[in-house]
């Protein structure tokens, strides 16, 4: 079984930054996408980012669009998300999954999920 752990998640004011990590083990599948999935107190999912580990292809809600960068190190098995000017609506807890079903790597449906890291942005 895949397991996802991520890390980086914190307390941050209004237009500070954090970089979560993801590192999988187990078996991955690398050619799948990874991808960002985030909830907010009393919200329904929603997704951020998602990169394709073969391919390079990137996607991203249009909330987070020229603020959040997400990158990964094939070597270290790992996917990053870069999160800039950071807004107290991107406050909620983060998730990393993968093995998006194909053709819909920026949606909500992935195979895998990690236990999630809260982000709190503060006004």
């Known amino acids: 079984q895949v397991q996802l752990v991520e890390s980086g998640g914190g307390l941050v004011q209004a237009g500070g930054s954090l970089r979560l990590s993801c590192a999988a083990s187990?078996?991955?599948?690398?050619?799948?996408?990874m991808g960002w999935i985030r909830q907010a107190p009393g919200k329904e999912r929603e997704f951020v980012a998602a990169?394709?580990?073969?391919?390079?292809?990137?996607w991203y809600a249009d909330s987070v669009k020229g603020r959040f960068t997400i990158s990964r190190d094939n070597a270290k098995n790992t996917v990053y998300l870069q999160m800039n000017s950071l807004k107290p609506e991107d406050t909620g807890v983060y998730y990393c999954?993968?093995?998006?079903?194909?053709?819909?790597?920026?949606?909500?449906?992935?195979?895998?999920w990690g236990q999630g890291t809260q982000v709190t942005v503060s006004s």
């Open positions: 999954t993968a093995a998006a079903k194909a053709g819909k790597p920026d949606s909500l449906e992935y195979g895998y």
């Open positions: 990169i394709s580990w073969s391919g390079g292809s990137i």
């Open positions: 187990g078996r991955t599948f690398s050619d799948d996408a």
